[in-house]
């Protein structure tokens, strides 16, 4: 940082922003925005060092960031399609099952690690940074969420499917004994009340429905390492 980045002062970076010393956070980032659009390099007429000067008083006038918060020195771009991305909180469903950090970028290019709730579900919201962050829960194609509860895929060996059985299958709340009965079988699915996502706010209690799928040997030994793999991760 320059001298000239430490001379900078409150009342320089509202001059600068054309706010007043009662202005909102709210007003704050909306005077930001304005100008970091009217100077952005990649408009005609625009000045990178206006606006690095613009992000510099800023930064200087938001408010300190919240407990637990992560920051970055801010980029100097800023592209409408980033500005979007930037707007969503993209967790696991194992981070929706038992919370955590999640590192999230924001627009203007700060790094932030937000501590996560346990119990969250696409649509809701977060503060952090000053911004309010729509959640968005992403499946990986074997562990999804569907509303409250946890959808998992579990490829059994064609014998276990055939005779039935007890098979011990590693889930988001742990390993779990499952009985595969010939209905089990005929439908494709067990269901497990209880061992979706926990409860948040008004939201219930979900369940785990596990489908069944058969797996040739080779498949299956895939699968196991698979399985063995997604309890070490939810474990750690």
Request: charged fraction near 30%; hydrophobic fraction near 40%.
């Amino acid at each position: 940082m320059s001298g000239t980045d430490h001379a900078m002062s409150p009342r320089q970076a509202r001059e600068l922003l054309g706010v007043t010393r009662e202005a909102s956070p709210g007003e704050l980032r909306r005077a930001f925005r304005q100008r970091a659009k009217a100077v952005h390099p990649d408009r005609a007429g625009g000045d990178a060092e206006a606006f690095r000067q613009t992000v510099l008083a800023y930064d200087l006038l938001r408010r300190p960031p919240p407990e637990g918060l992560i920051h970055q020195p801010p980029a100097t771009q800023i592209r409408p399609w980033a500005a979007r991305e930037a707007n969503v909180l993209n967790i696991s469903p194992l981070k929706a099952v038992h919370g955590g950090e999640v590192e999230h970028t924001l627009a203007d290019g700060r790094r932030l690690r937000i501590r996560a709730p346990a119990g969250l579900r696409s649509g809701d919201r977060l503060r952090a940074g000053g911004q309010v962050l729509n959640v968005a829960v992403r499946g990986d194609g074997r562990l999804m969420v569907r509303g409250d509860d946890l959808w998992l895929t579990a490829h059994l060996e064609r014998a276990l499917l055939d005779q039935g059985g007890r098979v011990r299958l590693d889930t988001p709340l742990g390993p779990r004994d499952v009985w595969i009965t010939r209905k089990a079988v005929e439908r494709g699915l067990i269901r497990l009340p209880g061992e979706g996502l926990p409860a948040r706010g008004r939201r219930r209690q979900g369940d785990l429905f596990i489908r069944l799928q058969a797996a040739s040997d080779t498949a299956s030994s895939a699968a196991r390492t698979l399985l063995r793999r997604f309890a070490a991760a939810w474990a750690a």
